[in-house]
């Protein structure tokens, strides 16, 4: 059951502590990856977890939501879209973390590789959101970003 079981996994992407934090987080993506049509009628019910888990601004948090998002977004049709109207919501806590970025000077970056940078997680994140949130997207994520 859908409408029951995913908002309660997207709450628990807040978890610092294995192994709650795991079964969250591994709950949700197995929703996500084989739930199809059943995810767009939920999607207004995963609004506030998403919320709370980015307004934690717990770096660790941030980026498994991030990623929980990323998933989201991809997992069914239309869900890009069923989101812009909540753009109001998410992106504002984007906007603050967008510039994080290791000054690395000569060094080498390898947060990169296991995607735990936070301010390339946020670009990635809005161009999966302009991509396919349809033709309002864009315009939304301007003025909010």
Known sequence: ?????????????????????FLAVEGAYNMLEKGSSKILPVVPQLILPVKKALNTRDHEVMITALKVLQALVLSAEMVGEALVPYYRQILPVFNIFKSKRPSMGDDIDY????????????????EIFETHGGEDAFINIKYMI
């Open 111 to 126: 947060s990169q590789r296991k995607r735990r940078n936070l301010g390339e997680l946020i670009d990635e994140t809005l």
């Open 1 to 21: 059951d859908y409408h029951h079981y995913l908002p309660i996994f997207f709450d628990g992407i807040r978890e610092k502590e294995d192994p709650y934090r």
